[in-house]
């Protein structure tokens, strides 16, 4: 009987987590090792130059590019403010037709050109933070660049997000695995809830769960044409967590109606009213990032243990999801492996495994089309 390392969704309710805090150019990191952080504490800052502008002085002033220098009222490294005089030209007679320039924009002068009769003007520096996400401890630190957060708590993973990182309290909204989030479902009280639906969710939902203020929605498909809509573009196939919208999206499953793994919805149920950080972030090529929530565990976020596995070995009995069609999305049990090549429609020969899928059914598929759903 054969064997195979195969990578798989995390659905744990005890696992360490590390999450990497990286600021995007050097900058100041405000914590130690040994710190404890809550998930929106900053643990790194950074001044992120303004954008430069150009006053065109020699336009306004309605001189010679090299006369510009002369009519400066301000020097270089000046602080000026949006219409404040900058330059002026000497006039007939001390008075009579002076021309003024005034900035148009707030900033430091960083260079006056006699060839072009610009003067640059840098606005104010964008501060950049970066906050620790989980509520945990630090576990490492990068001078001028970021830290490490480490956790100890459970970890539900899924197929595909949208939205980034946010942080909410988990409320279960439907009964069963089955059941679509429905927009009757979504309670005016929600604001800051991480809400947890079954088999779907409707559009209708999705906007109201927005408008109410809820944090994120975890369930275990959406219908794409719905996700679209909500987005108002088509989403693509890049690295997703970075759309403009006001809540996180997690499915476990996939995309259409498909029931939410019983064990994932089990684990969300125990963990009703904690509170939890969610992403849904997701990169399925290579370096793949899978959209997450995580619950750290109050007694125990400061323990450190061995880290979870993102796979595990393929074998009889273990838990696994089929990620290609003509079973996509459903969950099964792994009770043969066998030993030798079967050749697929495509032609190729290939290791393939026998899986007892939730409805009955027991089907062969390739190894390459599953997943392992690491559970503990």
């Known amino acids: ?5 195969t990578p798989g969704l995390t659905v744990t309710r005890d696992i360490v987590v590390h999450r990497r805090r990286r600021l995007p150019i050097q900058g100041e990191v405000l914590v130690q090792v040994g710190d404890t952080v809550g998930p929106t504490q ?4 950074a001044m992120l130059p303004g954008p430069l502008q150009t006053i065109r002085l020699n336009e306004k002033l309605g001189v010679e590019p090299r006369e510009v220098g002369a009519c400066m009222v301000v020097q270089v490294g ?8 900058v330059a002026e030209t000497k006039g007939i007679f001390g008075k009579l037709f002076k021309s003024q320039a005034l900035s148009d924009v707030g900033g430091v002068i960083e260079s006056v050109s006699d060839v072009t009769g610009h003067v640059l003007v840098r606005e104010p520096s964008v501060p950049v933070e970066v906050g620790a996400y989980i509520a945990g401890r630090i576990s490492e630190v990068q001078p001028g660049e970021g830290a490490v957060v480490e956790t100890r708590g459970a970890m539900v993973q899924g197929i595909f997000g949208v939205g980034g990182e946010r942080h909410g309290t988990i409320r279960v909204a439907v009964t069963g695995t089955d059941q679509v989030l429905q927009a009757s479902d979504v309670r005016e009280d929600d604001a800051g809830k991480i809400l947890v639906g079954g088999s779907g969710v409707t559009y209708e939902a999705i906007e109201l769960a927005a408008e109410r203020g809820a944090a994120g929605i975890v369930v275990g498909a959406v219908k794409d044409a719905d996700l679209t809509k909500f987005l108002g573009y088509d989403i693509g196939v890049a690295i997703t967590g970075q759309e403009q919208i006001p809540l996180s999206l997690v499915c476990t499953e996939g995309f259409g109606v498909l029931n939410m793994a019983g064990r994932t919805f089990e684990l969300l149920t125990k963990l009703e009213g904690k509170a939890a950080s969610i992403n849904g972030a997701t990169q399925i090529r290579a370096g793949v990032i899978r959209p997450e929530v995580i619950v750290p565990l109050a007694e125990n976020a400061g323990e450190v243990a061995a880290e979870g596995a993102s796979g595990g070995t393929l074998d009889v009995g273990v838990s696994v999801r089929v990620i290609r069609e003509p079973y996509f999305g459903l969950l099964g049990t792994v009770t043969d492996l066998p030993s030798t090549l079967v050749k697929v429609d495509s032609g190729a020969e290939v290791r393939v495994l026998r899986a007892k899928l939730e409805d009955g059914r027991e089907v062969t598929v390739p190894r390459a089309n599953v997943e392992i759903i690491v559970a503990q």
């Open 1 to 5: 009987m054969g064997s195979a390392y």
């Open 42 to 45: 900053v643990v790194a800052r």
């Open 78 to 85: 000046d602080q000026v403010e949006p219409g404040q005089l």
